[in-house]
């Protein structure tokens, strides 16, 4: 799994931060997106699949494969 | 975009009960996914209900919800235009976005999960207060109202003892019909008033609260962002924060307690509560106008060309059930995930409080669940009645018992 994240569309919605921490984190200046771990684990794969697929300005993309 | 019923249709729709999407919704989706309408002003307008179409144009950072062209539609009765008038910030998309980080700081998970035990404590205090005064209750009155405006009080800095006429002021500012031009004039000039005293009282003695802090940034950043953009921000702040999560607590419980085998779901496995708040906002039929953009060079949408000029209605609720994006949309399913509903926006216009209103409706949710395990509707659903002629859709009354 490959994730990767558009700073310049991050809205600071933080529901990636909420749903996966390990993964995501949000800046403290401004609530934009910072990438954690790039390459998570498979135990993290419904986490950043719904932080993806819920998040408002579409600025996570996963590539599932390994 | 033609008019096939050879009568405009007026917006916003009626419908049938106050929990229940309008029936107009459906066909529009189906036939006619952009559609022309007229608002209460009598201009002309165009809405989006499919949810595609409505996601793509919130992302389009090129069109905001300024409508002070001279060309735009006017959307309320009055004549300023409420919130959406010439009163709110006119930033262009790059202000804007430096604008958005600098405030977006305060809502980030994090520090909204560090209000949680204080909002939690609130949201204990008002249930409390609301069985000391004994079953029925109004729930809406009792606790959505009250809650909110305590948590952006708390926020901003503001005394317990102003919140009622933060409450007033809130109301006016998002009139669409409800108050007149003289009250909500009346209303913007005593609630500027009473701003400028509280950020000058702020910078002489500054706080742990976002007013002081923005006040610290506004110095730092030596006119990058001016005083009076930090005023409309913290009136954008209340109103944002205010009647939209209020009206929304209300129907959230409403909508779980009107087939009471949801709310038995939820108090069998509590681990719901998150996904039920999701589904709620996504199931909102009632959400209010709608989110307005102004389409400022001509695009194309579902292959329709939509002409500079054009004031369009994003309505989000209608996109909600959408059956292209949502299977069984117009069920009510509190295990649905993911649920990338539309309730907050989409694109970088976004709601910046997503993750404060997602707080406080999952606290509020947490709190009823463990106090009132008991608590039902103690009217039937066709009784409850919607709030008229506001921006931001509610119900008038949750009327409960225990």
Redesign the interface.
Known sequence: MNIAVDQD?C?????C??LA?EVFD???????VILLNPSPAERFRAAV??AA??C???AITVDLRP | MSDTSGQTPHYPFSPPGALEPPQEWAPLREGCPVASIRLASGDESVLLTRYADVRQLLSDPRFTHHLDSADAANITANESGGVFGSGGTNMGADTHRQWRQLIGKAFTAKRVSAMQPGIEAMAEHLVDEMIKQGSPADLAGALGFPLPVWVICDLLGVPDSDRDRFSYWSDTMLSLTRFTQVEIDAAQAEFDDYLRAHVAAKRATPGDDLISELISLVGALDGRMTEEIMMLTAKGLLVAGHETTSNMIGKMVAMLLADRGRWEQLLADRSLIRLAVEESLRYDANPGFGIPRYISEEIQVDDITVPAGTTVVCNLAAANRDERQFDHAADMDLTRSPNPHLAFGAGPYACLGQALARTELQTVLKVLLDRLPTLELAVPVADLARREGLIVGGLRQVPVRW
């Open positions: 569309k809205c600071g919605a933080g529901q931060a909420l921490p949000q800046g403290e200046d401004d609530g934009i699949r719904e697929d819920v408002p300005a579409s």
